[in-house]
């Protein structure tokens, strides 16, 4: 009797606990949030596009196999359990159950298969998911709920690009039917789905309240936040003047604007260093004049790069000196002593040892021509500020530079022909694998090698850390990486930004993550 | 129609004498030549001139724009979308100009080298000369922030046209105040005005109706031509509140190349300036009684 009675009271008590767990949590949901982003999109289908905000989109649209921990611990996704054999060519994941696409359509073995086979197909011409999955050879579905990979090769990133979400499983059946309407409207497994996409204003994503298989951080459920609103504003000062008035979210924050909103203490501001260089000048070495690798030594010790963090980032952010940031993993503290820094006098000398004397109008020349030369970069308030300050730094040596500006798409598609003499990019990636995607000879003309270098010494060395499981070795080859790439002066690193993102008060449970984003899956809004 | 056919020779001719060949753009960089040369013949790029015009002619004529290279959506779908918050701003910026405009034209006329007078003046003088950039963020951080009267990156609903309307009207209005109050000194000393006025018309604002009348002919014209300075002004407006319109949409495609966009929005701009200005010549029929049209 007394037994019965206990049990009984247990049970109520856990019932009441459990219940208001499940009222707290209930009661929690609702609300939108508008995140303010620059740029819009090129495509939304996560295996084609090149562009780093659609895969912040893509955060929240997906759900890959893996996933990463505030510790930057590699932890369950999609997948439940996996294991790797011992010569790192086979791995093994087991899917989680009754985890469902956008429209239903159950996540089978084979489902993921499909969907990993299409990012590798060439017809799907994959700018950055398929270089992610590097040597994946074979895709098995074993059985309903267990996939296998099979390698050619050991691969290193892998396991850390398995936790991007351009590599999230999609529905392959949906993207035939939808055809180019699917980069309008993914079909994916993540805690919302795209709803809306209005060009040039906004994309709409809507909760997906049948999500359950959330990496183990995230609590057990689907996310709170009724609908997330990317929206696209390309002035920086309107930007600002619309999160104050409140009718926007959540927002980088641009330089000029930091100090002010922090001594306002109204708003969350995370900080962090970029995790990527944040702009750096690339040349194209196949063209004249940087084909001569003295002139692009000389161009590593003509420019001042304190000056463009001071003027561009108002000092927000470091000089850069490498193609690798602080930020990433394999980072070499060394390459600050290393590489070349603004040096006035040393310049001169290597402009003169690279055949380039003073013509009658102060402008270098060799051979009677001049040394001139058009610079490609996008419209982005921080790249032609910086482009302008370059422009005037080298006046002062003697060499013209002509500025043109380009719209993002158009300005890969031209980088990737190697229409151009010099070009400004930027970029934002977690691994030290970035090096094979900006130099490796494999992704002249169809992938993102703009220098158009190719070099079999260097490749093998990017093969090296690309199959070097233990890491310490690892981090050795990746010295030498960022050696031989400063030594063959292939850009010239401008500088890395902090990232400043300012969220309004009104929500609870936002979290910055270690990989550069701030993780919505717990929060909630205390006003909707 | 004329004038429509000769834009529509030039748009053409602007596409095909620039340096790039659509066919590879199209493609890519990894396209094969037999590739390029298959989309070639199928676009028609390979047949002279004069045909390619005439089947460019007759999609237009169809409806049939193109096919923008960036989206792969057809160029008049693009256009079409984009058309009504343009449609929207610039109506709404018309709208704030002319009334504005008028009132305060006429308001320094009547004043007649008075306070009126002067303050109008100076003030237009400021509209024509200020940079709508400038003034956008201006309106932005006074009503929208300050004040909160208006919403900053706005969506739907009335309220967040008012303050691109007035960015945008600012310069129109200015020029149309001027441009009244200089036809209003004109009309006002004339014979039927003291005519009206010694037969006891009572208000002034009933003189105001007879001479207004005749004053604005000067001013619709005006207003006609304002209009395609108002498309124009569209693009920095729209880009600085975050407004999706086709002025954003064309400096977009111009940046990345994006031919039959281009091509389509600048006859489509032109259609819609004539227009306009067909619907001036009618409104002359409702203003003066004496201009008639030969059919």
Known sequence: MRRNFALCITLLVAAAGWGTVLYAQESRVGGTWTIVSTEEPDTLDPQKTGAAVAAAIFQFVGEPLLAHDFSNRVVPGLADSWTISSDGLVWTFK??????????????????????????????????????????????????????????????????????????????????????????????????????????????????????????????????????????????????????????????????????????????????LRKGVGEFLEFNVTKEPFSD??????????????????????????????????????????????????????????????????????????????????????????????????????????????????????????????????????????????????????NIGSGLNFSHYADPKLDALIDAARHATNLTKRAAI???????????ALWVPLWTNYNYIALQPWIKDAKIHPDGYVFLGDAYLTKR | MPVLLVVSVLVFLMSHLTPGDP????????????????????????????????????????????????????????????FPPTLQLTLGAMAIAAASGVLLGALAAAGRSGAADTIVMSTSLVGISMPSFWLGLLLILLFGLMLRWFPIAGGDDWRALVLPAVTLGAQAAAVIARLTRASLLDVLPSEFVRTARAKGLAAVRVLF????????????????????????????????????GLGRFAVAAVQSRDFPVIQGIVLFAAAVYALVNLSVDVAYLALDPRITYDR
């Open chain 1, 95 to 272: 899917l989680k159950a009754g985890a469902v696409f956008h429209n239903g359509t159950p996540i089978t073995a084979q489902a993921v298969k499909a969907s990993i086979e299409r990012a590798i197909a060439p017809e799907t011409k994959s700018p950055v998911a398929k270089a992610q999955l590097g040597p994946v050879k074979a895709v098995d579905a074993v059985d309903a709920r267990t996939l296998r990979l099979t390698l050619s090769e050991p691969f290193a990133p892998l396991i850390n690009n398995l936790g991007d979400p351009r590599l999230s499983p999609i529905d392959v059946r949906a993207a035939e039917s939808a055809g180019s309407g699917f980069g309008r409207a993914p079909v994916s497994d993540g805690p919302y789905v795209v709803k809306e996409w209005v060009s040039g204003h906004h994309v709409t994503l809507a909760r997906n309240p049948a999500f359950t298989w959330g990496p183990p951080y995230m609590h057990h459920g689907p996310a709170y936040i009724d609908q997330i609103i990317y929206r696209f504003i390309p002035d920086s000062a309107t930007q600002v003047a619309a999160f104050e008035s409140g009718e926007v979210s959540q927002l980088g924050l641009p330089p000029h604007d930091v100090a002010r909103l922090q001594a306002t203490k109204k708003y969350q501001i995370f900080r962090f």
């Open chain 1, 293 to 442: 690798i003295r002139l692009r030594r000389a161009m590593n010790y003509a420019i001042n790069k304190d000056v463009l963090v001071k003027v561009v980032l108002e000092g927000l952010g470091e000089p850069a000196y490498g193609p690798l940031p602080p930020s990433i993993w394999g980072y070499w503290p060394g390459i600050v002593d290393y590489a070349p820094h603004y040096d006035p006098a040393k310049a001169k000398q290597l402009f003169a040892e690279a055949g380039f004397t003073p013509g009658p109008d102060g402008t270098l020349q060799k051979a009677g021509r001049p040394l001139a030369f058009t610079l490609y970069t996008t419209p982005a308030d921080t790249g032609v500020r910086t482009a302008q300050l370059v422009q005037a730094n080298l006046r002062g040596f003697g060499v013209r530079m002509d500025i043109q500006t380009y719209e993002f798409g158009t300005i890969l598609e031209k980088f990737k022909k190697g229409d151009q003499q010099a070009g400004f990019m930027g970029y934002t990636y977690n691994e030290p694998d970035i090096m094979y995607i900006w130099f490796d000879s494999a």
């Open chain 1, 478 to 488: 990746y010295v030498d990486l960022q050696k031989y790439v400063v030594d063959k």
């Open chain 2, 23 to 82: 066919a590879t753009i199209m493609l890519g960089e990894n396209a094969s030549a037999a590739d390029v040369a298959r989309l070639r013949h199928e676009l028609g790029l390979d047949r002279p001139l004069a045909v390619q015009y005439g089947r460019y002619l007759a999609g237009v004529l169809r409806g049939d724009l193109g096919r923008s290279i960036r989206s792969g959506r057809p160029v008049a779908l693009e256009i079409w979308d984009r």
């Open chain 2, 209 to 244: 109706r007879h001479a207004l009348r005749n004053a604005l002919i000067p001013v619709v014209t005006v207003m006609g031509l304002q209009f395609g300075a108002l498309l124009g002004g569209a693009v920095i407006v729209e880009s600085v509140f975050a407004r999706s």
